[in-house]
Nanobody, 121 residues
Framework: QVQLVESGGGLVQPGGSLRLSCAAS????????MGWYRQAPGKERELAAT???????NYVDSVKGRFTISRDNAKNTVYLQMNSLKPEDTAVYYC???????????????WGQGTQVIVSS
């Protein structure tokens, strides 16, 4: 099985920055896509940013120009640098990775437990 451990959330003032990290561990044969999703209170979970194993990146329009996703394949870790944060960025941020645990396993999605980001003065 693949485990995801997120870190880096917290309380920040509008205009501030945070960096989220998500490390995958356990039985890992291969990882394809890694990404961050977020769920604000009373809203559905939405994609924030994703990055493929080849480096292709996708952002939701509301974070373009402010958030940067990156990954370290040697460490099986994905990062989300969040700058110019706004109150509407307040949400629980979830890491997701698509991985195969063994060479005989199908690819499947794994989710982290979520980390809270609160943007407030």
């Amino acid at each position: 099985q693949v485990q995801l451990v997120e870190s880096g959330g917290g309380l920040v003032q509008p205009g501030g920055s945070l960096r989220l990290s998500c490390a995958a561990s356990g039985s890992i044969f291969s990882i394809t896509d890694m990404g961050w999703y977020r769920q604000a209170p009373g809203k559905e979970r939405e994609l924030a940013a994703t990055i493929s194993s080849g480096g292709s990146i996708n952002y939701v329009d509301s974070v373009k120009g402010r958030f940067t996703i990156s990954r370290d394949n040697a460490k099986n870790t994905v990062y989300l640098q969040m700058n110019s944060l706004k109150p509407e960025d307040t949400a629980v941020y979830y890491c997701k990775t698509t991985a195969a645990a063994t060479r005989y396993s199908f690819l499947r999605d794994y989710w982290g437990q979520g980390t809270q980001v609160i943007v407030s003065s």
